[in-house]
């Protein structure tokens, strides 16, 4: 059974910088398209981020050029290292693995998942 275990996140102020990480086990990070989703109070959660097996990413517009996916194969982590935070990034974040080596363009949809990290908090503050 795959299991994801979220590391990292907490509380920063805006413009401050956060890195998640998710370490698997019973699953090969590289062998398969991974990503982050998040999940706003009362909101269904969307895809930010992807990685496919090729390591191609990519990212939904509201993270683009604020947010990096990549993982060490070696480690067995998949990483969402977060910049230039800003209070509506505030939500919890979920890693998320797939047995999809290649993906359509864009974050992951839920419908692709397989497993879910435990999710981890971030919040930002102004």
Request: a negative charge.
């Amino acid at each position: 059974q795959v299991q994801l275990v979220q590391s990292g996140g907490g509380s920063v102020q805006s413009g401050g910088t956060l890195r998640l990480s998710c370490v698997a086990s019973h699953y090969r990070v590289g062998d398969s398209a991974m990503g982050w989703f998040r999940q706003l109070p009362g909101k269904e959660s969307e895809g930010i981020a992807a990685i496919d097996r090729a390591g191609k990413t990519f990212y939904a517009e509201s993270v683009e050029g604020r947010f990096d996916i990549s993982r060490d194969i070696a480690e067995n982590t998949l990483y969402l290292q977060m910049h230039d935070l800003k209070p509506e990034d505030t939500a919890m974040y979920f890693c998320a693995a797939t047995f999809f080596a290649h993906i359509r363009p864009g974050p992951l949809s839920r419908d692709l998942v397989a497993a879910w990290g435990q999710g981890t908090q971030v919040t930002v503050y102004s």
